[in-house]
């Protein structure tokens, strides 16, 4: 049996179960989806829950995405189920001389002093060269968080919104030192083993995709088409959050806003028509006539819960 190419195609969602989605997570879930089907790509679900997840979380996440008219292809796929494929990344990258044991505190990176030439930021390079000794006598201090050996300080990669990005790669964590699988290290091997080749995901997370696009190659894996996309801000310019009031389906509900009209108008924020089905046709015009917006949508959220007047019906 032949697996048509179009089954190897998928975008997806992937969220952190730490809390409800808010108008900014739909936003984007909402442009993964447009972007997904609009170009005949499967989209599937992955439950980010390496960390911080809140119990009962997931399930209402779910139902908010079908709420606003959103589904998706097959079954939902939880990082906590896929330790055994992050153990065998880390064990190929280690048996290629690609890893190194990081005794480093928080503390010991940010005093350290940063290499001449190394970017703001990068982790400084302490414990690259340790001898065995003074590793076996660090280890019985404090576990070991595991870094990438990276052979290059800088990645470029290209993004439909963004252009070519160019950003730091530096040694950075694989592993924690509490065990827990570092979000750079998974998201790559997850989307590979999920065929996914299209990640639209929030602009936030643009300046680690270099680092990731890099690993995927010692991987030898895929590198997936990139959309960061802007996220939406409050009116003080920081990302919204449960405090900004009512925020979420639940909240604007409660205030008599369904969640099909928080859908339309995040629809009609990215300048599409407030149907789903609608901006799913008018989606790949938008994006090909540079019109999908990238600046953040500041948005406050006492307009978001007020309503609209409704449109005479007969
Ligand atoms: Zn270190």
């Known amino acids: 049996m032949t697996v048509a190419p179009s089954d190897l195609r998928a975008g997806r969602f992937a969220p952190s179960p730490s809390g409800g989605l808010h108008v900014g997570n739909l936003r984007t879930a909402l442009l993964a989806w447009l972007f997904a089907r609009s170009s005949g790509r499967r989209f599937l679900l992955r439950v980010e829950d390496l960390d911080r ?4 979380a997931e399930a209402v996440q779910l139902r908010d995405l079908a709420a606003i008219g959103l589904d998706w292809d097959g079954e939902v796929v939880r990082q906590t189920e896929r330790g055994a494929h992050y153990d065998d990344a880390i064990a190929r990258l280690t048996a290629a001389g690609l890893t190194y044991e990081c005794f480093c505190t928080r503390r010991e990176i940010q005093e350290a002093p940063s290499a001449p030439h190394a970017p703001q930021g990068a982790y ?5 060269s340790l001898t065995e000794a003074q590793r076996a006598r ?8 595991i870094r990438l050996r990276a052979g290059v300080t800088e990645w470029a990669v290209t993004d439909v919104l963004h252009g070519r990005y160019a950003g730091i790669v530096d040694d950075f964590v694989l592993r924690r030192n509490d065990g827990v699988v570092a979000y750079n290290l998974a ?3 997850d989307d590979a083993a999920q065929g996914i080749d299209q990640v639209v995901r929030g602009d936030d997370l643009l300046p680690s995709t270099p680092r990731q696009a890099y690993l995927a190659g010692l991987l030898g894996v895929r ?10 801000l409050n009116r003080a310019g920081r990302r919204l959050a449960k405090r900004d009031g009512a925020v979420t389906l639940a909240g604007l509900a409660a205030v008599g806003v369904p969640a099909r009209e ?28 540079g019109a999908l917006p990238r600046e953040p949508w500041v948005l406050d959220p006492a307009e978001l819960s007020r309503r609209r007047p409704r449109e005479m019906s007969s």
Do not use: Q
């Open 138 to 145: 660090r280890r019985a201090e404090r576990p070991a968080a």
């Open 262 to 289: 928080v859908a339309g108008r995040l629809l009609a924020s990215l300048g599409l028509p407030e149907d789903l089905h609608a901006a799913l046709a008018a989606f790949p015009g938008v994006l090909a006539s």
């Open 223 to 232: 590198v997936p088409e990139y959309a960061h996309v802007p996220l939406v």
């Open 124 to 128: 400084p390079g302490t414990c690259r």
């Open 187 to 189: 998201v790559v091997v």
């Open 53 to 56: 997840a809140r119990a009962g």
